[in-house]
């Protein structure tokens, strides 16, 4: 593994099954009646979260406390950077404290590269404006893995606003590494121009899309990064690319369905959809502390000599 | 030590564990990853043929049941180790999956592992196995002694001592693992 995790294109297929393996020998311990292992007691690890995130906070808090890290969190909201500091300067402040590793949150894309120049400390990526989001990828693999034991020629489809999302760039690269065929769907005001080079199939026609899926993936909303007239309207929307049980229907029988999370009910997903027996929203949720874990065991020992 | 050898060693510790433990009915095997795993599902084999076959080593058992499987267990260590997170560079050692499936509370733990060295991956273990309750006594089992202890740690049951030097290496072979079963002592 490199110093740090800024992005999917970072590692190789090995390293992602490391990371997989890894994350399966992580989750017996969340089911032990002592959730905790000695292995990074003495590291000090920095959540820097410059975007509001419950999962993903609380997701690193516990796997870095299961790890027997200490850590702290830094909420913007009550830090110096109201105060006008940069990105640089704050985390150079916080270098100064020695902490072994930094897990950044921000709006901006390529947050995480700048720090990875100017700190000796560990950066991972906790989500980086529309760039990327490795941890919640991982996780995603993790999870298809496990109900469909494999990730090589599955047909996953993605829906929802492709534009802003990081986890559709981190959830494409991974994928399509590991072999998957992988279709992205979404209103054209939301498809990002060059996404087929990623090596993905674009329709808009979702029905076309999630027929014969073996996953489908539901993406959010992102409002708060809409700066325009992306949508009509919220009601348009789900209307038509929302997932409902008449599409999940045109997958496959034992399809799983799978959303990153924070979910608008009634915008992407119809409410029967996200509970429904299919879905296995919840359980990204549980596999992120044991991934998160795996990663942080991973990047916590020597870099790779090169 | 040939194939023949380990069996016949296996076979002597399973003698030795019924005859110190007066019965199986607390016991539970857990082996150390990677070679400690075979080992101890082979004892747990090797009891339950003894007990078939004289069933008076049965104490503590209700008598006329069948022979009873002693519970084994994997146990990985790596995120125990003491010498983690010592090295600037290199990949992290790879962490398999711990698999103790039943509770070790008030049980007589048979610790099983290849090679006793240094003692540290026994401490470790050990760090390992209380953190999954409070188990009534914990007993060391290791095929090969071969000297060098670096801590204060002593096997209840030792197929063989071999004395080597520090600049040696002694490698188990097994047929679940390896495809063979050989303990062998190479120079470096």
């Excluded at chain 1, 994350?23 to 032990?32: D, L, S, T």
């Excluded at chain 2, 290496?169 to 063979?180: A, F, I, K, P, T």
Aim: glycine share 8%.
């Amino acid at each position: 593994m490199k110093k740090d995790l800024l992005g999917i294109d970072d590692l190789t297929r090995d390293e992602i099954y490391l990371v997989l393996d890894t994350a399966e020998a992580m989750r017996e311990i969340g089911q032990r009646p002592i959730k905790k292992v000695p292995t990074l007691r003495g590291k000090t690890i920095v959540n820097l979260f410059y975007e509001p995130s419950t999962r993903t906070r609380t997701s690193f808090e516990i796997a870095e406390k299961r790890l027997s890290a200490d850590t702290l969190n830094i909420a913007v909201a009550t830090s110096s950077v109201l105060k006008g500091e940069t990105l640089a300067d704050t985390a150079m402040n916080i270098e100064a404290m020695a902490p072994d590793m930094i897990v950044l949150r921000h709006a901006s894309s390529g947050a995480g590269h700048l720090l990875s120049r100017i700190c000796r400390s560990r950066i991972i990526n906790a989500g980086d404006g529309m760039h990327e989001h490795p941890t919640q990828a991982l996780l995603d693999a993790f999870t298809i893995r496990e109900h469909k034991k494999r990730i090589d020629g599955l047909k996953v489809t993605i829906v929802g606003d492709l534009m802003h999302s990081r986890v559709l760039r981190s959830n494409v690269l991974l994928l399509t590494k590991l072999g998957a065929d992988v279709w992205v769907s979404g209103p054209p005001t939301l498809v990002p121009t060059g996404i087929e080079r990623l090596g993905v199939r674009v329709s808009p026609a979702i029905d076309e899309a999630v027929t014969g899926a073996d996953v489908i993936m539901m993406l959010r909303i992102q409002q708060e990064r809409m700066h325009g007239a992306f949508i009509p309207s919220l009601r348009e929307y789900f209307n038509i690319f929302g997932m409902t049980k008449a599409r999940v229907a045109r997958a496959k029988p034992e399809v799983i369905i799978m959303h990153p999370g924070p979910m608008n009910r009634g915008v992407e997903i119809a409410s029967d959809v996200a509970d429904g027996p299919y879905s296995v929203i919840l359980e990204q949720v549980a596999n992120g502390v044991a991934v998160r874990m795996a990663v942080l065991y991973l990047l916590a020992g020597g870099a790779d000599a090169d | 030590m040939d194939a023949d050898r380990i069996g016949r060693t296996l076979a002597r510790i399973a003698h030795e564990i019924l005859e110190r433990n007066r019965g199986v009915e607390d016991l539970a095997l857990v082996g150390i990853r990677t070679r400690g795993v075979p080992l101890a599902r082979r004892l747990a084999r090797a009891i339950r043929e003894i007990q078939r076959r004289d069933p008076s080593t049965k104490l503590g058992v209700d008598p006329g049941s069948s022979a009873v499987d002693i519970p084994t267990g994997a146990l990985d260590i790596t995120l125990y180790r003491d010498d983690l997170m010592r090295t600037a560079v290199g990949a992290q050692p790879v962490i398999r999956r711990t698999e103790i499936p039943f509770s070790i509370d008030d049980k007589r733990i048979l610790l099983v592992d290849d090679v006793l060295y240094t003692g540290r991956t026994i401490r470790a273990a050990l760090d390992a196995l209380i953190e999954f309750g409070r188990p009534k006594a914990i007993q060391l089992i290791v095929l090969v002694d071969r000297g060098h202890r670096e801590l204060p740690i002593k096997a209840d049951y030792v197929g063989k001592n071999l004395p080597t030097s520090v600049s040696q290496s002694v490698q188990v072979h097994l047929m679940e693992v390896d495809g063979r079963d050989e303990v062998e002592i190479l120079e470096s």
